[in-house]
């Protein structure tokens, strides 16, 4: 049977005591950084130790050191003091006068193509919000609108989103990128399965467009020749420049690049080349004021 624990018995000054002691190695040291007598101290870690009904301090005529048990309150207590100092910096800012704050997480097609213009007309209409932006990929995306790390999520479509309310915001056009000295150069479109018969540029493991193709190989009992993966399109452009593969790179967030660098674009005929944006939030989740006008923003910049 598990100890029950009694969260009230636990507070900040114990928390902050304990943590002074398994940093110096010392009760005595612990207690002058917390501006506490040896004996109040003392009595604070052994309460904390009948509390949790565990040992947390191996003690010795040489100083303290962490139990197993003892690293794992020290571990759970430096997250509480992070989310406090997050909490407190947060009501500053609302002190200072922002009345709202919305975490978004995007992925890096919406980031490039969608989000800036988007984000920079609400920033104006509405000062006193402020909008944390995040890039992860799509699947992180998801994971942190379910746990509650994200208020927002903007992604491609193809990622499970059970537990999501989503909304389709627009369309990205996937297309095979190459250089003006490959052999697909004149193509004005190709098949997928005939782009496997080249080497590729992709991605780092963990994009969820490299993870599209690779599914989509699989499919045709094939494997992409991944000769270099790179951290971003902008990477991938350069690399596909001088004829190091062909790569799969979205048309609308990547043509700045494409124009740049003088590369030739060549349609994929596959169906699932054409797909959709979504604006997710967590299903029947609470938003705040500041989340929800975000929502309607997006929302209303997609249809105009």
Known sequence: MKPQINPARIDFVTLKL??????????????????????????????????VGLTLLDRSAKGVT??????????????????????SNELGEYAKGIKGHVRLWANM??????????????LKAHPDIQVEVEEQISGDIVKALLDGIADIGVFADGTPTAGLETHIIGQDELVVVCSKSHAIKNRKSISF????????VGLNRGS???????????????QMRLRIQVRSYDAMCQ?????????ILPLQACAPQIKAMDLKVVRLEDTWAKRNLLLATKEHGRQSPACILLIEHLLQKSRS
């Open 18 to 51: 304990f943590c002074a002691i398994a940093q110096s190695g010392s009760i005595t040291k612990g207690a002058n950084e917390c501006s506490l007598a040896l004996s109040a101290a003392s009595r604070r870690i052994s309460e904390l130790e009948e509390t």
């Open 66 to 87: 962490l139990t197993q048990a003892g690293h794992a309150v020290m571990q759970h207590a430096l997250r509480l003091f992070q989310g406090f100092e997050q909490f």
């Open 109 to 122: 097609s919406a980031l490039t193509e969608f989000l800036p213009t988007s984000l920079a007309g609400f």
């Open 193 to 200: 399965e005939e782009c496997l018969d080249y080497d590729f």
């Open 208 to 222: 969820s467009l490299l993870e599209l193709t690779s599914r989509q190989a699989e499919r045709l009992s094939k």
């Open 239 to 247: 690399m596909i420049g001088v004829n190091l593969g062909v790569g």
